[in-house]
């Protein structure tokens, strides 16, 4: 297969939020925000990653990201890091990018709780008969605190 290039879904990023959200570096604005890939199977000897692996990145998590950019503990996205920000981002940007009609999902229809098929009850001659007391007889009676002051009252 083939990378999916789509400059239509890159552009869906324009005007978004940052869906990376790196701590300490995000400025949280939408004017700066880009499509930033994320290495696929595609990624390697100066081919970019398919178009639908993207996440929407401000310019300064773009940077970082991308380890252009230090964290500002000096130090770079460590791989733990940068898989559990690539992750989310491209989970969100998915999401948002179906919410406005450019990636087409098809969905399965969830009926709701009252919509379900219940089944009818049995006529009252097949339902288990239950005894009037509570206990079948020959059983002991439960023997609850409150029985047992009753008891002890009545004594």
């Known amino acids: 297969m083939t990378a999916i290039r789509s400059r239509k879904y890159l552009d869906g990023a324009k005007g978004a939020t940052c869906t990376l959200r790196i701590s300490g570096v995000c400025q949280g604005g939408t004017d700066t925000t880009v499509s930033a890939h994320i290495r696929d199977r595609h990624?390697?000897?100066?081919?970019t990653?398919?178009?639908?692996s993207v996440a929407d990145a401000c310019f300064a998590c773009h940077d970082v990201f991308d380890r252009r950019a230090k964290l500002p503990s000096g130090e770079y996205?460590?791989?733990?890091?940068w898989h559990f920000y690539a992750l989310r981002g491209l989970q969100e940007t998915q999401e948002a990018r179906h919410a406005r009609g450019l990636l087409i999902v098809p969905e399965d229809v969830v009926k709701s709780f009252?919509?379900?098929?219940?089944?009818?009850?049995?006529p009252p001659e097949q339902r288990a008969k239950i005894s009037s007391r509570g206990f079948e007889p020959g059983h002991r009676p439960l023997r609850s605190r409150n029985?047992?002051?009753r008891r002890e009252a009545t004594e």
């Open 43 to 47: 990624t390697g000897k100066s081919v």
């Open 49 to 52: 990653a398919s178009d639908i």
């Open 77 to 81: 996205l460590t791989d733990d890091e």
């Open 114 to 122: 009252h919509d379900r098929h219940t089944p009818p009850r049995k």
């Open 147 to 149: 029985n047992l002051k």
